[in-house]
């Protein structure tokens, strides 16, 4: 029963299956050619570094599928699909080269007995997992994903590969019975009486169909949603581990730090990934402006970044002169400043993608415009011209000290082990200050040589650089290690996530900027004051009688992966934690990063990420505080739940505010 020694309406078919080989081929690389010719006319950004961790981020994402299964529904079958589609492809192009070269006397794939039982077993999960996968989209279809023509199209092709196979296996196995042929032996039952010239002919057919499809289906990937199968796997190559900690881009021009319109002006990695994305939805529904009834969809970011470059480079149109504008016709303004830059949707993403630098991108493009809020560019003005988000005096800084009874060492004048960076908020509102002189007391008691900066310090600049204001982020950053050259220290320690990612991972103290800034360590507070319980320097006199609830705050938790040292702590106080459903890399984002904290909603919101997260905590069962570790949280949550009106049910905690109790 050999599928290519014979003819097909006088042709050979072995001629047949060449041309349909060639047109496929064609068609592939015609689309494939048409594109690496496009990323190379981008802008140009370096992600071919380290490639032993490169093939690392290859292994974990790629072959082992880590990210599928943060959702559990889907994750086995998408991994079974997954190596299937691999095991599949390897036999495909052994079939087809045995098919275009038949004198060969290589058997097809499924001749060698444990290659045609794996198949076997492989097309029954694959088929499984395409039944799951259909019944989710029909009855169980989670919010966000997208119904499209592409997907029952491409999901029709794979059952046409499975039943082929399954059949063929069948027709086969009605002349042969093997024992490595389990799935054939079955369907062949149902097939026993067929003469073996009828069961020939039908197992030839199933060969062609299943050949054919393949064929077209590798033809019709470059060109459709599906491209993903072949962009995911570079694209997990192409990570950077340091996104979106750090926005830096590697020898990136002054152009790309005035930002993006067109999609020439973004760097091919960022157009890359607009052809990777799955549409599955899985950002959308972790988003918190878009679950809040904003307008702000990460796929639709990336997905409209796609249209448009397939409105203009892939027609040959000058993106600059067409009518249709990527600000402001595919993608609004409006949009773009309602990201909350919490890295949820990149966390959540199976497929890798970095959705911020791209909003981040086009941000910098519209701060340049001078296309900001009046609340926003009254904020970047005074910090301009005062160093801090409030329009404080630089000697108001270290206000907050009054009242200690202690001596606050000056870290410009005295050697200290950690230089403390408080931040604005910590500094300067006055729902937090009280928290700052807790912290304060804390490293005091357990006698910590730390000190300040005292007016010297500027705001870290991390939300500025996520406003899209690079170049103003460069002068508080230029500002603040010029003063970190003039003060004697060895680590900083921070109260704000927002200044310990920007210090840690945006600064580059490491050797850069003098004899000073030499192998800096960078901590957050919880980090120390873990430590010193554990090493017994800060002893805790009292157990405390509470049932909490602690938030990750994104900027420590998903960004910087600081998720144990809060618990320990907070364990440690006597303090019973329950945890909401959404913890660690799961937390929902209070709403204040990337600059909304000072931004005004100009659309009706349905709930703010704040209430909706106050509402989770109250849901739980005898927790009567919620423990955070953020300034910016404090002010955010102390709100939600007056708005939400659950003065008496939950009351905010800082973990510094329930340290200083117990050690008091």
Known sequence: MDPVYIDIIGIPANAILWGITIISLIFFFRRSF??????????????????????????KYVLLQQKLFNEKSIGLPHFLFFWGFVFYAITFWWNLFRGLYPFTKIPFADEVPIVGFVLEVSGVLVLVSIIIAVARRLFFRPE????????????????????????????????????????????????????????????????????????FFLAYIPYSKHLHLLTSPVNAFLLNDEVPQSLDIKNATEEIKQGSSNWNEFTWK???????????????????????????SPRSILHEMKFNLYDTAFKKVDAATYEKKLIGD????????????????????????????????????????????????????????????????????????????????????????????????????????????ATAQIFNKAGLDFGI???????????????????????LKDKNKQAFDKAKF????????????????????????????????????????????KTKKLNIKKKLNLTATYHDPCYLGRYNGIYEQPRSIIKALGVKLIEMPRNRNTSYCCGAGGGRIWM????????????????????????????????????????????????ERLITKDIAELVLEAVS
């Open 34 to 59: 048409k594109i690496v010719g496009i990323l190379q006319k981008a802008r140009q950004e370096s992600r071919f570094d380290n490639i032993p961790h490169r093939i690392k981020n290859f292994v």
């Open 144 to 215: 966000h994903l997208q119904k499209s023509r592409d997907a029952g199209i491409i999901l029709s092709l794979i059952t046409i590969l499975m039943l082929t196979l399954i059949l063929g296996q069948g027709f086969k196995s009605t002349q042969e019975v093997s024992a490595w042929s389990p799935v054939g032996a079955q369907v062949a039952m149902i097939f026993g009486s067929m003469e073996f010239s009828q069961a020939s002919s039908l197992y030839i057919l199933m060969w062609w169909i299943h050949i054919v499809a393949v064929l």
């Open 270 to 296: 960022q157009i890359f990934q607009t052809l990777t994305c799955a549409e599955c939805g899985r950002c959308d529904r972790v988003c918190p402006s878009l679950n809040s009834g904003l307008k702000l």
């Open 330 to 437: 595919y993608i609004s303004e409006e949009e773009l400043w309602q990201c909350t830059t919490c890295m949820a949707c990149m966390e959540r993403c199976a497929v890798l993608n970095e959705h911020l630098t791209s909003i981040v991108q086009m941000r910098r493009y519209l701060v340049g415009q001078g296309n900001i809020e009046s609340s926003l560019q009254d904020m970047l003005q005074k910090l301009t011209r005062y160093g801090n988000s409030f329009g404080q005096s630089d000697r108001n800084r270290a206000k907050w000290i009054t009242g200690l009874d202690f001596k606050l060492k000056d870290a410009r004048k005295e050697d200290v082990e950690y230089l403390w960076v408080t931040g604005d908020y910590a500094a300067f509102d006055v729902r937090v200050t009280g928290l700052t002189r």
């Open 453 to 475: 900066l005292y007016e010297a310090e500027k705001n870290s600049g991390n939300d500025v650089r996520r406003i899209g204001e690079e170049g103003l982020f460069e002068f």
């Open 490 to 533: 060895r680590s900083i320690v921070t109260t704000d996530p927002h200044t310990y990612n920007t210090i840690k991972n945006e600064y580059h103290l490491n050797g850069v900027n003098g004899s000073n800034c030499n192998s800096i360590k960078v901590f957050h507070y919880t980090e120390v004051i873990d430590e010193l319980i």
């Open 600 to 647: 005004e909603d100009k659309t009706q919101i349905k709930e703010r990420p704040s209430e909706n997260r106050i509402k989770e905590a109250v849901a739980l069962k005898g927790v009567n505080t919620f423990v955070v570790a953020c300034p910016k949280d404090i002010a955010m949550f102390s709100d939600a739940i007056k708005t939400t009106g659950q003065e």
